[in-house]
């Protein structure tokens, strides 16, 4: 009789915790802190906006880290220039500068090699030699360039140069 009565005691304190856990679970409002479940609301509202601030932020250390400028600046380096040349001119360009020849024909001016690089083909130009129109040269050691050798030339001209 007094083993029923142990496990009597034992079953009443297992439904009374259950009956308070209960109690406490459906007493949390929905949402709150005491709410296990999380919303896809609280998600959106607070978790991702911190997120997203972070992220902004650790990107404005790079970037300053970098030197990189998000703001408007120069662009002179990301847009083609129009570039008209009389027979015989020469147009000398800095390293990285790209020329396009458009109309009329042009040769390399290098006075080693290599003279441009033609990125369109894969190839390289040496000294005297035509560009093709409509290919992408790049001008990748000082004092490379292209002489007009039509009466009128146009080039596209991405980067720094001089015209002689």
């Known amino acids: 009789m007094k083993k029923n009565r142990w496990y009597?005691?034992?079953?009443?304190?297992?439904?009374?915790?259950?009956?308070?856990?209960?109690?406490?679970?459906?007493?949390a409002e929905a949402g709150s802190s005491g709410d296990p479940l999380v919303t896809l609301s609280y998600l959106n509202e607070t978790f991702m906006d911190s997120i997203m601030e972070r992220v902004d932020e650790k990107i404005a250390a790079r970037n300053a880290q970098l030197g990189v400028s998000t703001g408007?600046?120069?662009s002179t380096a990301a847009?083609?220039?129009v570039v008209t040349l009389a027979s015989g001119q020469v147009l000398t360009g800095d390293i990285g500068c790209e020329v396009m020849l458009r109309v009329g024909t042009a040769t390399c001016v290098a006075p080693?090699?290599?003279g441009l690089i033609d990125e369109s083909a894969a190839t390289t130009l040496s000294n005297g030699a035509a560009l093709v129109q409509n290919h992408l040269y790049m001008m990748?050691?000082?004092g490379r360039g292209v002489r007009a050798t039509a009466a009128t030339t146009k080039l596209l001209v991405r980067g720094s140069?001089?015209?002689?």
Do not use: H, Q, W
């Open 8 to 27: 009597l005691r034992l079953l009443a304190l297992l439904v009374l915790c259950g009956a308070l856990n209960v109690t406490i679970s459906a007493a």
């Open 72 to 74: 408007s600046g120069d």
């Open 79 to 81: 847009t083609f220039t």
């Open 112 to 114: 080693s090699t290599p």
């Open 140 to 142: 990748t050691v000082e």
């Open 161 to 164: 140069y001089t015209i002689a």
